[in-house]
């Protein structure tokens, strides 16, 4: 606690009277217009990597930025994606995953999480990934990042399988985008499904950001 106490005391005596205006507003409810699925690892901060405010960016946050296909686990995600899209009307879904991801870094050495059996089960959910890499590469081992960038595009596709998610995109209401974040150098790279690879966020044109079509996985 003695590391979280100052920041306590920091937030409610000098940052929170600056921003309680945004708060009194946002206690009459939320009107969020991204879902934002990343990873639980400490070092993403969403709301610090996009530049949002409080009420912005609605959170699904777990180990690998996984998204179970429907009915294969029944948790919170599955619950928090179907709030997102018919509860509070989300009409953006990024997933983001991010570099030295420790869940992704499982494929490739798996004898790491011999002794965490709940950490196997949930990597399961991901099972498609190391299929996938295995036939691109044809038996080549991936890189840690070439298994994150495609874990990102299988946890798309299994998104894809949620009745709330499927209905939304068939009623052209949300579209689906997948990021990978590099943390050690500030860069955000954004999959472009027309050329297959991911690009630098900075090397999007302004043209093409206004085109909320051009980079989306759905």
């Known amino acids: 606690m003695h ?10 005596h000098d940052v929170f009277p600056e921003l309680k205006p945004e708060f009194e507003s946002l ?5 969020p217009h991204t ?20 009420g912005e960016i609605f959170l699904v946050r777990n180990a690998g930025n996984i998204v179970p296909p429907f009915g294969a686990s029944r948790g919170g995600e599955e619950a928090a994606i179907e709030f ?11 997933i983001c995953g991010h570099s030295h991801c420790g869940a992704m870094a ?4 798996p004898e790491k999480i ?11 959910h991901a099972a498609a990934t190391k299929r996938r890499l295995e036939a691109i590469r044809k038996g080549e081992i991936p890189t840690l990042l ?7 595009l299988v946890q798309a596709d299994n998104l894809k399988t949620h009745p709330s998610v499927s209905a939304a995109l068939r009623e052209k209401r949300i579209r689906i985008y997948g990021w990978v974040y590099h943390f050690e150098t500030g860069v955000v790279m954004i999959y472009d499904p027309l050329n297959h690879r991911y690009v630098c966020s900075s090397e999007v044109k302004e043209e093409a950001s206004k085109d909320a079509t051009r980079f989306c996985l759905a």
């Open 3 to 12: 590391n979280l106490l100052p920041g306590l005391r920091k937030f409610t």
């Open 27 to 31: 206690s009459k409810g939320q009107t």
């Open 35 to 54: 879902l934002f699925i990343t990873c639980s690892d400490s070092r993403v901060v969403p709301n610090l990597l996009t530049q949002t405010q409080p």
């Open 84 to 94: 997102a899209i018919d509860g509070l009307k989300v009409t953006n879904i990024v």
């Open 106 to 109: 499982a494929f490739l050495s």
């Open 114 to 124: 011999q002794k965490m059996p709940s950490v196997r089960n949930w990597l399961e």
């Open 146 to 152: 070439e298994v994150t960038e495609e874990n990102v």
